[in-house]
């Protein structure tokens, strides 16, 4: 029963570890996304709708974020004023999302990395 109860607290620090790392993951991914192919300043040219949007003025990348405001829960944000309507889009403005793409190419390899440290754990247990 203590083996028991050990494995569940292992198991709960390992999967917030993964939680925390995959929210960097999805971050730096969409970091990447933004600067991929953008030109600042007078010679910025938008993205075109549905792809990451082009860098601008780098606001929306300065303001990417990751928390972990409690165990196994992970917020990546932007606090950039027009970071929800470049992910939405708006009346005007076809959506050039950013963060749900990149949540949607790194979940296989945050999940692929879950098993993996719950293997460890599972094995380590058996010792």
Known sequence: ??????????????????????????????????SRGSVSGKNHVPSRPGEYPNRDTGELQAHLTTTNPKPLVAE??????????????TSK?????YMRPSRDKKTPAINRLFATEMDKLVKRSGK
């Open 93 to 97: 403005m076809a959506a050039r999302p």
């Open 76 to 89: 990546v944000r932007s606090e950039a004023g027009h970071a929800a309507p470049l992910e939405f889009g």
């Open 1 to 34: 029963m203590k083996r028991l109860t050990l494995l569940r607290a292992g198991a709960t620090k390992a999967a917030n570890r993964v939680v925390v790392v995959g929210a960097d993951m999805i971050r730096s991914d969409a970091h990447q996304g933004i």
